[in-house]
C-alpha cells in the first residue's frame, strides 16, 4: 500500500521534547516537497512546517517557530520533526504528507489542498 506512516508520537509534559518521524511506504518523496501538519480535537486541520526536496529551504507556522524544526534524511526516505518546549497547545494529531504540486519545487505552501498521502497520524499530548 502506498502511504506515510508518522511515529513518534506520546504524552510528554509541557516543556518537554518529542521527536515525530515519517516514514514512506512504496512512495517516492524524493523529488517532493513535504509538510507537517496537525489537527486538535473539533479544530481545522492546521499546518505547522514544510521543508523543500533539497531539505534547503523550510519555512513553519508562526505557533511553533523557534520551537519545532523539520529536516528529512534522503537516505532513509524519512522526514522529521523535532518538537522542543512544547505547550499544551501542542496537543494534536500530527500528519506528514507529500507536496504533489511539483516535483523539484522550491516554493512552499501551507495550503493543504496541495498535499496528498496523508498518513495515519500520530498523537501529541502535552500535560500542564
Known amino acids: 500500500q502506498v502511504t506515510l506512516v508518522e511515529s513518534g508520537g506520546g504524552l510528554v509534559q509541557a516543556g518537554g521534547s518529542l521527536r515525530l518521524s515519517c516514514a514512506a511506504s512504496?512512495?517516492?518523496?524524493?523529488?517532493?516537497?513535504m509538510g507537517w501538519f496537525r489537527q486538535a480535537p473539533g479544530k481545522e486541520r492546521e499546518w505547522v512546517a514544510a521543508i523543500t526536496w533539497s531539505g534547503d529551504t523550510t519555512a513553519y507556522a508562526d505557533s511553533v517557530r523557534g520551537r519545532f524544526t523539520i529536516s528529512r534524511d534522503k537516505m532513509t526516505n524519512t522526514v522529521y520533526l523535532q518538537m522542543n518546549s512544547l505547550k499544551p497547545e501542542d496537543t494534536a494529531v500530527y500528519y506528514c504528507?507529500?507536496?504533489?504540486?511539483?516535483?523539484?519545487?522550491?516554493?512552499?505552501?501551507?495550503?493543504?489542498?496541495?498535499?496528498?498521502?496523508w498518513g495515519q497520524g500520530t498523537q501529541v499530548t502535552v500535560s500542564s
Open positions: 512504496k512512495l517516492t518523496i524524493a523529488n517532493y516537497a
Open positions: 504528507a507529500r507536496d504533489d504540486r511539483k516535483q523539484f519545487t522550491t516554493l512552499l505552501t501551507p495550503s493543504s489542498g496541495a498535499y496528498n498521502y
